[in-house]
């Protein structure tokens, strides 16, 4: 039960960051939940968004697309 309910709190959290749906769950699988959960059985929001913005900065790819934005990183 706790697995379900953490993959739906990362899904919620991956589509607060704007991630595009086709590519939450790969995001998902790679991020590094295990530090997510707290010591209580309740997750950690800032943990959980750190996992999957780590994801993001790992593989840019993954990124939301935003048309027309440019990316802050290229100046």
Same mark, same amino acid.
């Given at each position: $039960?706790?697995? #379900? *309910?953490?993959?739906? $709190?990362? =899904?919620?959290?991956? @589509?607060?960051?704007?991630?595009?749906? +086709? =590519?939450?769950?790969?995001?998902?699988?790679? #991020? %590094?939940?295990?530090? @997510?959960?707290? *010591?209580?059985?309740?997750?950690?929001?800032?943990?959980?968004? #750190?996992?999957?913005? +780590? @994801?993001?900065? %790992?593989?840019?790819?993954?990124?939301? *697309? =935003?048309?027309?934005?440019?990316?802050?990183?290229?100046?």
């Amino acid at each position: $039960a706790q697995q #379900a *309910q953490m993959q739906a $709190a990362a =899904t919620m959290a991956a @589509v607060s960051l704007g991630i595009d749906a +086709k =590519t939450i769950p790969y995001v998902l699988k790679m #991020a %590094d939940l295990g530090q @997510v959960m707290g *010591q209580d059985g309740k997750i950690n929001d800032e943990a959980l968004k #750190a996992a999957l913005n +780590k @994801v993001l900065e %790992d593989v840019p790819a993954l990124k939301p *697309q =935003t048309p027309g934005a440019t990316d802050p990183d290229n100046g």
